[in-house]
C-alpha cells in the first residue's frame, strides 16, 4: 500500500469505498484490506464477480449508515475480519 505524501487524518468509525461494484459487498476491517483487494480480484477473474470493496477501517463504532446502505443496494454483503481470541489468531467473515 502506498504511504501518502500528506497525512490525512481518519474519522473514527467512518468507512471508506475502495471498489465500487453491482454483484456483492464486502466490508474489510482491520488488517484485512490487502487480503480483501486480493479476494475481489480473484472473483473477479475466475468468476464474473464484480465486488464493492468497503475499508471500514475499525471494528468499533462501525459505520452502520454504509453498512446499511450497502446492504440495501448489494446483495449478499461479507464482512471479513481478523479475530484474536485466546492469544490465537485466525480469520472469519459473516453474511449480512
Do not use: Y
Not at 454483484?23 to 465486488?51: D, H
Amino acid at each position: 500500500m502506498a504511504i501518502p505524501e500528506q497525512a490525512k487524518r481518519l474519522t473514527i468509525g467512518e468507512a471508506r469505498i475502495i471498489n465500487h461494484g453491482e454483484n456483492l459487498a464486502i466490508l474489510s476491517i482491520g488488517t484485512m484490506l490487502e487480503t480483501c483487494k486480493e479476494v475481489i480480484t480473484i472473483l473477479a477473474k475466475n468468476r464474473g464477480v464484480n465486488a464493492t470493496l468497503v475499508d471500514a477501517r475499525f471494528a468499533k463504532p462501525l459505520d452502520t449508515k454504509m453498512i446499511n446502505k450497502l446492504c440495501t443496494l448489494i446483495r449478499p454483503c461479507l464482512l471479513w475480519k481478523r479475530v484474536h481470541q485466546e492469544g490465537l489468531q485466525h480469520r472469519s467473515f459473516n453474511i449480512l
